[in-house]
Structures are given as C-alpha cells and as structure tokens.
C-alpha cells in the first residue's frame, strides 16, 4: 500500500491530479486546487473527490490529503494517472 501512496504523491505532483480505483471499483480523483472562486483567487490545496458519489475533502496539504486516502479508501488496486 505504501508504494501505491507514494506513486498517488509523484503523480500528483507531477500533473497536479491522479485518478485511483479501490478494491471495489470505486474511482477517485485527487486534485490540486490552485485558483478558487469568481475572482480567480489563488487557493492552495488538495481535493479528494470521491467519483461516484462527487463528495469531496479538502486538504491543506498533499501529505494530509494522502493520509486520509491511506486511511479511508481501502486497497488502491490501480492508479490511472
């Protein structure tokens, strides 16, 4: 689990968002917001969307949003960066 963690991390750094499936087929998204509201204003953070539902948490870091994933999501059984 550690190593899919690590490889959700270089994605999303790498692209700003990943895209992750569980042992059950249920998709999620993370993604980093960067400019928030109808003025443009910048933002800094990590959303964690759940694809089937739309819910989503937001995070004030990327270590804290993969925290959550580890100890929330189950198995990642693939990463669809």
Known sequence: MKNKIESIKNVAR????VSFVN??????????????????DPKDSWLVQDE????TREFATLEEATAWIEENVGIILDILG
Do not use: A, D, I, R
């Open 14 to 17: 790498s692209k700003t968002w």
């Open 52 to 55: 089937m539902t739309f819910e």
């Open 23 to 40: 042992e059950n087929n249920e998709p999620y998204s993370l993604l980093h917001w960067s400019v928030g509201g109808v003025n443009s």
